[in-house]
């Protein structure tokens, strides 16, 4: 548990995040609280927020910290329980299968945007297999609970495990823990001492669509920490992105593997390439594989092909064209 200045910056992020699920701008939440900088900087080592893309966001230890608190926060956590429940029956009938948001909010009886804005939070904890990235605002948003939803029996059992994971760094949130080893590795701070290491994330990243590049900066964090079934199902969740941002949300990986191959914008290599890419991903995601390092590599270095292919090649080739003088024809005599 957090005290004095640590908990009452905390208290008015979370007060400000209940109305914005997708964060609060970190530049300004900062410049308001300019007196207390550091101690903002501190508040971030702990297990109670993250910042995402800019944006300071709510974990669920965070979150709960203020269960008896804030009614608002009870009533979000009451509906994260009954969807919970929901979820936990739907996975017992049918395990591993997606669950899209129309069928889940028939079967909670709650309006969508309550819906939206529990699985928000909710994605946060160890219980699912995939998710629609965006679960705010995305048209198709489906869940995908993974087997480990069978070792809760409530949503609140998720919480006081994350709890437990989390209680010595949420007490001295500025001291560097020596049994940090018993903590969740997910749960540590990034790069705490600034190690550099020979696995670093290309400058051309910044150039990414901002969803691209803080997944892929959870595959690096990942690959630096020799993980290897996290960044084998992170790389395939990239691919699932950028197909799905280049095709269309058509249907599985072979659907729009076939549409980007017809419409040019891969070739038949590339679709091989990622074929035996996604596999990588597939067996992590669905068998527990845990790939080689050395494939995972590999696997790397076909998507940020893409990813340069996609994002970086593509827009250069078409300014390229815009620019330069086109060759005149000569006029037939």
């Not at 908990?7 to 300004?28: C, F, H, M, N, T």
């Not at 819906?115 to 869940?143: C, E, Q, W």
């Not at 150039?207 to 900066?217: D, Y």
Request: aromatic share 6%; net charge neutral.
């Amino acid at each position: 548990m957090v005290k004095g200045i640590l908990r009452e910056l905390l208290r008015d992020l979370v007060s400000q995040a209940l109305s914005k699920p997708d964060g609060i701008d970190s530049l300004k939440f900062r410049a308001a609280y300019e007196d207390h900088l550091d101690q903002l900087d501190k508040l971030e080592k702990t297990p109670y927020i993250e910042k995402v893309n800019g944006k300071y966001q709510l974990t669920l230890v965070g979150l709960a910290e203020f269960e008896s608190e804030d009614m608002r926060v009870e009533s979000i956590l009451y509906r994260c329980e009954h969807i919970f429940s929901i979820l936990r029956k739907m996975y017992k009938e049918s395990p591993g299968s997606q669950i899209a948001l129309d069928r889940l909010v028939t079967e909670v009886d709650l309006p969508a945007i309550d819906v939206r804005k529990g699985l928000a939070y909710m994605i946060k904890a160890p219980i699912f297999g995939g998710h629609t990235t965006d679960l705010l605002s995305s048209k198709n948003v489906f869940i995908s609970p993974s087997e480990s939803i069978l070792k809760y029996k409530t949503f609140h059992d998720v919480i006081n495990q994350l709890r437990e994971w989390t209680k010595k760094s949420a007490v001295e949130p500025d001291v560097l823990l020596d049994k940090e080893k018993d903590i969740p590795i997910f749960l540590r701070e990034i790069d705490r001492n600034g190690t550099q290491t020979s696995l670093s994330i290309p400058p051309w990243h910044q150039n990414l669509a901002p969803i691209v590049q803080s997944l892929m900066e959870e595959v690096y964090y990942g690959l630096q920490k020799e993980m290897r079934v996290l960044p084998s199902i992170g790389l395939r969740t990239v691919i699932d992105f950028v197909c799905t941002e280049l095709a269309g949300d058509i249907g599985g990986f072979v659907q729009k593997l076939n549409k980007l191959e017809k419409e040019k914008h891969i070739t038949p290599k590339n679709k091989e390439l990622l074929e035996s890419a996604l596999e990588v991903g597939h067996a992590s995601a669905h068998r527990g594989h845990f790939p080689e390092l050395a494939d995972l590599h590999s696997v790397l270095d076909i998507v940020n092909h893409l990813l340069k292919e996609v994002y970086i090649l593509g827009p250069k080739s078409l300014r390229l064209k815009s620019v330069t003088p086109q060759r005149k024809r000569k006029n037939k005599v």
